[in-house]
């Protein structure tokens, strides 16, 4: 699969650039050897991608560099593939209807700035541009003394990525933490492959505080399944490294199991799943186990890593609403549009089908092969629980 991607990597490379320099380089520079520095970004991102497949063996250990390479890919590559796609629709204009002007090279080169810019300021600043979205969820199941019940939620937040940048993440802490909610949980990829990726952050991760603490649930990426382990049993203790390290940092796991959350005579029941994606991703969960034992409770409120979980099982059952994240949005959005909703019906913010809820937090961290984030910025969600009063 790098193998076949890299060839389009390579043509992408490739093609713009010798398009670009037979139609206007050469005529300016009157193919002397100064119109051949045109290619030099190139070649060096050729070099790049040379190195990358030959270190591929070790991606996790060079992730880094890869993301330099993705952040340099984009910005150099994917504007002249703009610039050629949208000139090749200027020939007609010009050689049929003699037209002196060039509009769609035009519309391509604002395109390409706007992508430059887009690339750049996602790469530096929008991963760490943390958002805090407020979002009220209304159900006439919840308890009396439950109503107004704030829980902050957190996803994603993919360690191994940050690269050891303790500040940001303590950024995010201190924000999380200041918004004062009653419960905090986390649904899902507190890593990338690796339990090491945690090291770095534990401390950190350790001064997230609520009244009725901090719960979490294990993603597609805490099952290690993009490394080749040298043995099942190697992949197993990393599984069980990562749950050591939550227990330790004082967050609570719920491995398909519940805990029910009193507040005076009242109680609602916390459930949560291990994984459970759409194929290729894992299905570990066991939703009957992890609900059994709620039946009494008025309102349930289930933490799964999957939103695509929701349709596929929980709306079949009572759960009033379900917290999901995975999406990440693509990292990408401009308002409600995101090349992830051709992925998923559900990819961002709360969804409803009758009475029951789904929310889907488009994560806090990044994938660190692309890390840019743009629109889709880094999220901390707070949940405020309100009690649907019915009328007499």
């Known amino acids: 699969m790098i193998g076949k991607l890299s060839i389009y990597l390579f043509l992408l490379l490739l093609i713009p650039d010798i398009y670009i320099y037979k139609l206007y380089i050469t005529r300016p520079t009157g193919n002397t050897p100064l119109g051949w520095l045109w290619f ?9 991608l040379v190195w990358i497949l030959l270190s591929s063996r070790d991606a996790l250990a060079i992730q880094k560099y890869i993301g330099v390479f993705t952040i340099s890919y984009m910005a150099i590559v994917l504007p002249k593939a703009i610039f050629m796609a949208c000139s090749l629709l200027d020939f007609p204009l010009k050689y049929l209807l003699k037209w002196q002007v060039h509009p769609f090279s035009w519309i391509s080169v604002i395109t390409g700035i706007a992508l430059v810019i887009i690339v750049l300021y996602g790469a530096f600043w929008g991963r760490k541009q943390f958002d805090v979205k407020q979002v009220t969820f209304t159900s006439p199941n919840l308890p009396a003394a439950f109503d107004g019940y704030r829980i902050a939620q957190i996803s994603d937040i993919h360690t191994g990525s940050w690269n050891g940048d303790r500040e940001a993440l303590q950024k995010a802490v201190d ?158 959005a401009l308002g409600r549009l995101s090349p992830s909703r051709f992925m998923y019906p559900e990819w961002s ?38 009690q649907l009063k019915m009328e007499n």
């Open 40 to 48: 030099v970004p190139s070649l060096i991102l050729l070099a790049a």
């Open 175 to 332: 924000l999380i933490n200041a918004q004062q909610t009653d419960l905090i949980v986390f649904t899902g990829d507190i890593v990338n492959t690796k339990a090491s990726e945690l090291e770095p952050f534990e401390d950190i991760l350790a001064r997230l505080k609520a009244p009725d603490g901090v719960f979490s649930i294990l993603g597609n990426h805490d099952y290690g399944p993009y490394y080749a382990w040298p043995t099942t049993e190697d992949r197993d203790r990393n599984i069980q490294d990562i749950q050591d390290k939550q227990n330790a940092m004082g967050w609570q796991l719920l491995n398909n199991s519940h805990v029910m959350l009193k507040h005076g005579t009242d109680s609602i029941a916390l459930i949560g799943v291990e994984n459970n994606g759409e194929p290729p991703f894992s299905q570990y969960s066991d939703l009957p186990k992890a609900i059994k034992g709620t039946e009494q409770s008025a309102f349930k409120l289930l933490l799964s890593h999957n939103p695509t979980h929701w349709r596929r099982e929980v709306l079949d059952t009572d759960i009033d609403l379900m917290l999901a994240g995975h999406t990440h949005a693509m990292q990408f």
């Open 349 to 386: 913010g709360l969804y409803m089908e009758g009475k029951q809820g789904l929310y889907v937090n488009v994560g806090l961290g990044y994938i660190g092969l692309i890390p840019i984030r743009f629109g889709a910025w880094p999220e901390i969600t707070v949940i405020t629980l309100k």
